[in-house]
């Protein structure tokens, strides 16, 4: 079993030394995204935090995935909405392959088997061998506060946080419990320096910007606030390389095995 390596996220972010790697929808470039063996396989591959997405089911169960509806993924049709637990249980999630630019959807599944799993089955197995990085979209008032139960449930305070779509889904879960830490997003906003500014001000610590935000000035403004970038997202080594040259802190990647290639590389001075 592998343990956290650091008591919290702050820990994480001030005391290693390399690019923090988190792993988008789990190890999804090589594994089927937003499953128990993505996410174990990039606790695995080193990953620090894992990252994955909430939808509800008809019965109300956090489950992971990240479309709105169920067809790219599975041999499902429809919203997850529209069936039980159960009922979704029944239904294989390995139909795309790859990761999220250039993944494609299969003709047939790559296992045999592979269920959907809920939010309580990811923080059962895994809260004490990686970080979380969980992302809200727009979840309904009774859902967002079966969320958060779990969260505190399962003491996640100092070892996970979610990732909304908007400022007001922050309050939002500040409301239910203000303890949980948030990240607000809105890629319709570029994340310049009074969007970091703001960012500070509403307390955030960790902040996801998009590749198109970085530039060198980005990365020194944001350490100079205290804010760790987490960016949103690297899938090559050219780009990883680049990223990491003008000091990017964290990178969110599909290729948890591609990104730690360019941080060996780099620190071996290849």
């Known amino acids: 079993m592998i343990m956290l390596k650091h008591r919290n996220l702050e820990e994480l972010y001030r005391k290693t030394e390399r690019t923090i790697v988190t792993a988008h929808r789990g190890f999804s470039g090589r594994y089927p995204e937003n499953t128990l063996t993505a996410m174990r396989e990039a606790v695995r591959a080193g990953a620090d935090i894992i990252e994955f997405d909430l939808r509800p089911t008809a019965d109300g169960i956090p489950v992971l995935l990240h479309d709105p509806t169920l067809d790219r993924t599975s041999n499902a049709h429809g919203c997850p909405e529209d069936y039980t637990?159960?009922?979704?249980?029944?239904?294989?999630?390995?139909?795309?392959?790859?990761?999220h630019e250039t993944g494609k959807r299969m003709e047939e599944p790559e296992y045999p088997e592979m269920p959907i799993p809920t939010f309580e089955e990811v923080l059962a197995e895994l809260k004490n061998e990686v970080f979380m990085n969980i992302q809200l979209t727009r979840p309904s008032d009774p859902f967002l506060k079966t969320i958060c139960?779990?969260?505190?449930q399962y003491d996640m305070y100092e070892t996970a946080y979610f990732v909304t779509d908007n400022y007001d889904d922050s309050l939002r879960v500040r409301a239910i419990d203000p303890e949980i830490e948030t990240c607000p997003r809105n890629r319709r906003i570029k994340m310049d320096t009074a969007e970091l500014e703001r960012q500070k001000k509403f307390g955030t610590r960790i902040i996801q910007p998009v590749a198109a935000d970085i530039t060198p000035e980005f990365c020194r403004k944001a350490e100079e606030l205290g804010l760790h970038a987490n960016m949103f997202c690297s899938n090559t080594d050219e780009d990883n390389r680049r990223f990491i040259s003008w000091g990017l802190r964290g990178i969110m990647t599909d290729y948890t095995d591609i990104l730690f290639g360019s941080i060996n590389a780099m620190k071996a001075g290849k």
């Not at 637990?85 to 990761?99: A, C, D, P, V």
């Not at 139960?149 to 505190?152: A, I, Q, R, V, W």
């Open 85 to 99: 637990l159960k009922e979704l249980k029944k239904f294989n999630f390995s139909y795309f392959r790859g990761g």
């Open 149 to 152: 139960d779990l969260f505190k």
